[in-house]
């Protein structure tokens, strides 16, 4: 089965500052999906970043990217200019591109900015 | 982009009594719904796979006879909480797949409070 890691419960940075926060997933599979999702405390999940396991290029999105190091089965995700809307909680998700393709979750990380 | 709309948001319900959760995805159809529950200052765990017209995969752990999941259309799927106890107070989110490989969308979640 898939494992999800994420090893930071908490994290804090400053606004307009970068901030990293880590992941690490287990498979045996080769072709996959990862994605990053923001919950704010009203608890919608919102699609931050998504990457495909057979693209090698790490995925961004404004502000927002990704190291994706598949060997390795990392994933980390990199906020620039980090702004005080960008707190809240942040989940590492691993999907599988065969079957059900349900989502296995890591821990989260609560990230929270510092004006 | 696709909507998933759960409905209630928030439910409060007599311990020993049962308790739906409707799950509706509004403008695409839905092969595939997952539901979660997270418990406060926790990842989302899944608790089942529905696929339309056909019997819920549940995860394992998950009592299948007190949690029922229903698919009965590519836009709607429930979930039952049968005779309800205070620790099944939780918030559960649907999500729902369009196609393949597909995108997955979550709905707002609900606030199940057991009294």
């Known amino acids: 089965a898939q494992t999800v890691t994420q090893s930071q419960p908490e994290m804090s940075v400053q606004e307009a500052e970068t901030v990293t926060l880590s992941c690490t997933y287990d498979?045996?599979?080769?072709?996959?999906?990862l994605f990053w999702y923001k919950q704010p405390p009203s608890r919608q999940m919102i699609l931050v970043i998504r990457?495909?396991?057979?693209?090698?290029q790490n995925a961004t999105e404004n502000r927002f990217s990704v190291n994706f190091q598949k060997a390795a089965k990392s994933f980390s995700l990199k906020i620039s200019d980090s702004q005080l809307g960008d707190a809240a909680m942040y989940f590492c998700?691993?999907?599988?591109?065969?079957?059900?393709?349900?989502?296995?979750f890591g821990q989260g990380t609560r990230l929270t900015i510092n004006p | 982009g696709a909507v998933v709309s759960q409905h209630p948001s928030r439910v409060i319900c007599k311990s020993g009594t049962s308790v739906k959760i409707e799950c509706r995805s509004l403008?695409?159809?839905?092969?595939?719904m997952f539901w979660y529950r997270q418990f406060p200052k926790q990842s989302l765990m899944l608790m089942a796979t529905?696929?339309?017209?056909?019997?819920?995969?549940?995860e394992q752990g998950v009592e299948k006879d007190k949690f029922l999941i229903n698919h009965a259309s590519l836009t709607l799927s429930t979930l039952t909480v049968t005779s309800a106890h205070p620790e099944d107070s939780s918030f559960y989110i649907c999500?729902?797949?369009?196609?393949?490989?597909?995108?997955?969308?979550f709905g707002e979640g609900s606030w199940l409070t057991v009294v």
């Open positions: 498979t045996s599979e080769s072709d996959y999906y």
């Open positions: 990457q495909e396991a057979y693209k090698q």
């Open positions: 529905s696929n339309e017209g056909s019997k819920a995969t549940y």
């Open positions: 999500s729902a797949r369009t196609g393949r490989p597909g995108t997955i969308y």
């Open positions: 403008d695409f159809q839905a092969t595939t």
């Open positions: 998700a691993y999907r599988s591109a065969k079957g059900a393709q349900k989502l296995v």
